[in-house]
């Protein structure tokens, strides 16, 4: 393993030579040759400090000594505590992908929070200090995978933005951004482009990047696709943002809603090329992170490209968890403003068992047309619990001698999408505004809402979303570092498999889910049946797999699995 680097080298490796651009809309990949592994990574707030010190107190943000008896800063970092991440965890992090998983996987989902938390007041963050580390994180991205030729999709977290101002900037297309967030200014987006992630957006993307940070990418061209939100615009948190208005309906000009537009058309270009997508970005969608008119686009849009949509990944809350959008969410009633179930109330582990619990009243019932899956991951900083990142697993068959470059004109995957295109034309019309008659529509507290604009929509029961089939995600193994306060300097610390989803049987079949050498070996000889790293035994991550295991944990009496899933939730640390 090499050494760690300081971290002001760290920033000032990322000005050196950059890799090609990665693949562009329609165009084979910078390794066409790539083997097609069927497996992802995600990783999300990463938080790297440049001011950390090993030995410090947790009360300066491990920055300085103070009186007290809190937790010192440890040399790998400050598990469950309040301190963002020293470079010695950043740079081993990406030490062991590159080492353990660079050469078996497609392709890389990286859903922001690279820059510290602006809260130390004796240290404030400045942009220049943002730009930097975003940087140096990029170039660590670079190096580890898109030089093999893996597409990196970055997305924007709120720590990555700096929030100094409150005035507006006028955009040259018309529309209005603000400079609370600098880079998606012109300007400073124009800058983040050419200095630091020029070489992951497309080309054909860079148009919808420079107008709010959003945008699509193929990573295996012409079959998979990832979209990159900028979910800045729907955040709760920016309400005082004069150009954050809350996706009204009507205001065009909205730049929530123009994302939303934007967003509609990618997902109706990729159902007319029969291709699957993974919706991405930081803050995970609910009425309570976004404002509710922007929810109820983000619910009606995952629910009406159903079909299309594989699963939506996010992180923020570095808490492990699950949720569903709901077509429940987009009803109303004059009686009473029905809050999506997921408006966390409680902890959210209280909050989910009771949303699940309902899910079990109503489970003879269940229509899987009405539902969508939310995945939200842990964090890399060890802040609030451990580091922590997942690798993903998504059905090849029919595709497991294929290239990376020779997927798009694979005979297979052709006769695929003509299927699915034939049995997509004779679905019925089912949907819209069915919850919502035309009197409620009509008070004044709901005409003017997302929820009276519903259009008409169908459901394929036949979707990968929905069925085992091609591009299906099967499952996820998660890793962390237990008992990280133990290592020093002269240790290596070891990323563990913390659990993984799916059945045990299942990692001993040809080209399996998880490379065995990644697996522990506890689990590597075949013939176990039982492991607690294996608690849930999901068959795969389609819709009604979520919603069984949901009920499944909505049972009181299923103590033993609320007891597992809550462990993994908090990684044995406190609730929030």
């Known amino acids: 393993m090499k050494k760690c680097i300081p971290w002001l080298a760290g920033l000032l490796c990322g000005q050196v030579l950059a890799a090609p651009p990665q693949v562009v809309l329609n165009a084979a990949p910078n390794r066409p040759d790539r083997k097609l592994h069927g497996r992802f990574l995600h990783i999300t707030d990463i938080h790297p400090d440049p001011y950390y010190v090993e030995g410090t107190s947790q009360s300066s943000q491990c920055h300085r000594k103070e009186s007290g008896k809190d937790q010192q800063a440890g040399y790998y970092g400050t598990p469950f505590g309040i301190c963002d991440s020293p470079w010695t965890l950043t740079n081993f992090t990406f030490e062991h992908l590159e080492e353990h998983w660079s050469s078996e996987i497609d392709f890389v989902i990286w859903t922001g929070d690279n820059a510290r938390h602006d809260e130390d007041h004796e240290i404030p963050r400045p942009l220049d200090e943002i730009f930097a580390v975003n940087r140096a994180v990029a170039k660590k991205m670079e190096d580890v995978f898109l030089r093999k030729g893996i597409p990196v999709v970055p997305s924007l977290g709120n720590n990555d933005v700096w929030q100094s101002s409150l005035a507006l900037a006028a955009h040259a297309s018309g529309f209005y951004l603000n400079d609370a967030f600098v880079f998606l200014t012109s300007t400073t987006t124009e800058y983040f482009i050419s200095s630091i992630w020029d070489v992951f957006i497309p080309s054909a993307s860079k148009t919808s990047f420079r107008k709010g940070a959003y945008y699509a990418i193929e990573v ?20 005082e943002l004069t150009a954050v208005r809350g996706c009204p309906v009507g205001d065009a000009s909205d730049p929530g809603n123009l994302q939303f537009d934007w967003l509609e058309g990618q997902l109706e270009m990729f159902r ?30 995952s629910l009406r490209y159903q079909d299309v949509i ?11 968890h699950f949720y569903f959008v709901e077509a429940a969410d987009l009803n109303v009633s004059l009686e009473e403003d029905r809050m999506p179930s997921h408006s966390f109330e409680g902890t959210i582990f209280e909050a989910l068992m009771a949303d699940f619990e309902a899910l079990v009243k109503k489970s003879k019932h269940l229509n899987y047309d009405d539902y969508a899956v939310v995945n939200v991951s842990p964090s890399l900083v060890p802040n609030p619990y451990l580091p922590s990142f997942r690798v993903f697993s998504y059905n090849i068959s029919g595709l497991e001698s294929t290239t990376v470059g020779a997927v798009g004109e694979d005979g297979y995957l052709l006769m695929t999408k003509k299927d699915r295109a034939s049995r997509w034309k004779h679905l019925p019309y089912r949907h819209g505004n069915d919850g919502n008659d035309k009197y409620q529509c009509m008070d004044a507290g709901y005409r003017d809402s997302w929820r009276c604009k519903l259009r008409p929509w169908r459901s394929d029961s036949h979707a990968p979303s929905r069925q085992n089939t091609l591009w299906t995600p099967l499952g996820y193994a998660q890793y962390y570092i237990p008992q990280l306060e133990g290592y020093g300097e002269k240790d290596e610390p070891k990323f563990k498999l913390e659990y993984l989803t799916f059945p045990i049987s299942k990692l001993y079949m040809a080209d399996g889910p998880v490379p065995l050498r990644n697996l522990p070996k506890s689990l590597r000889e075949a013939g176990i049946t039982k492991s607690e790293l294996a608690p849930y035994g999901l068959g795969d991550l389609t819709i009604p797999s979520w919603l069984d295991l949901a009920c499944k944990l909505g049972k009181p009496r299923e103590k033993k699995l609320r007891k597992q899933f809550r462990k993994y939730m908090y990684m044995g640390g406190e609730n929030i």
């Open 220 to 239: 295996i061209p012409d079959a998979l696709a990832a979209i990159s939100l900028s979910t800045m615009y729907f955040y709760r948190d920016n309400k």
């Open 310 to 320: 594989l699963g939506s990944l996010f992180g923020h809350l570095n808490v492990d």
């Open 272 to 301: 007319a090329r029969q291709m699957q997508v993974w919706v991405t970005g930081h803050i995970p969608p609910s009425d309570y992170h976004y404002h509710p008119e922007c929810y109820y686009r983000y619910a009606e849009l």
